[in-house]
T-cell receptor, first 111, second 118 residues
Framework: GQSLEQPSEVTAVEGAIVQINCTYQ??????LSWYQQHDGGAPTFLSY????GLEETGRFSSFLSRSDSYGYLLLQELQMKDSASYFC????????????FGQGTTLQVKP | DADVTQTPRNRITKTGKRIMLECSQT?????MYWYRQDPGLGLRLIYY???????NKGEISDGYSVSRQAQAKFSLSLESAIPNQTALYFC?????????????????FGEGSRLTVL
């Protein structure tokens, strides 16, 4: 089977750092993506890791370890607007763009 | 205006009715997708299309059909709706950003169509 596991909920305070983990088990793996979704709205792309290591984009960073089938999204200097659901997604095919999504992590940022 | 537009945004229907969800895009992307979102289950791929003549099943295509009327239009149909098809449906587009693993596969989603089947 194909699955991605991530925590269902995470809570943190404004200004803090939070890490959302994702472990994957998929047949075929090309890379790991992260998406953000506010209140059932359109998910938006945050990052993509094809190679091992850390990718940084402003306050958000994403990490991948292929040998461990593991990745994480790191959010720094948390703001209230970061309260949302975050999904990791495994790209399982090189020429179809097919993604398998995790079930999502709801991040609640408290004042 | 949104780049990926879905209609209707909300629909309540009865078991056995035929329903069509429509998606149009102005991004000029060739690749279009239909996803379904259920609470606690993330997004699951129903169908995808890479051009007008290309239609492919995703993870959960049973009970659904699609039509790619033009590069910009991709419709999802439920021929005979049932209650467990109650969900939030998203259309998405993508365009290759690189080759092989370096194609991010970034998806651009519409705002979603919330369907309730009674």
């Amino acid at each position: 089977g194909q699955s991605l596991e991530q925590p269902s909920e995470v809570t943190a305070v404004e200004g803090a750092i939070v890490q959302i983990n994702c472990t994957y088990q998929t047949s075929g793996f090309y890379g790991l993506s992260w998406y953000q979704q506010h209140d059932g709205g359109a998910p938006t792309f945050l990052s993509y890791n094809a190679l091992d290591g850390l990718e940084e984009t402003g306050r958000f960073s994403s990490f991948l370890s292929r040998s461990d089938s593991y990745g994480y999204l790191l959010l720094q200097e948390l703001q209230m607007k970061d309260s949302a659901s975050y999904f990791c997604a495994s790209r399982i095919s090189g020429n179809t763009g097919k993604l398998i999504f995790g079930q999502g992590t709801t991040l609640q940022v408290k004042p | 205006d949104a780049d990926v537009t879905q209609t209707p945004r909300n629909r309540i229907t009865k078991t056995g009715k035929r329903i069509m969800l429509e998606c149009s895009q102005t991004k000029g992307h060739d690749r279009m997708y239909w996803y379904r979102q259920d609470p606690g289950l993330g997004l699951r791929l129903i169908y995808y299309s890479f051009d007008v003549k290309d239609i492919n099943k995703g993870e959960i295509s049973d009970g659904y059909s699609v039509s790619r009327q033009a590069q910009a239009k991709f419709s999802l149909s439920l021929e005979s709706a049932i209650p467990n098809q109650t969900a939030l449906y998203f259309c998405a587009t993508s365009h290759p950003t690189g080759t092989g693993v370096f194609d991010t596969g970034e998806l651009f989603f519409g705002e979603g169509s919330r369907l309730t089947v009674l």
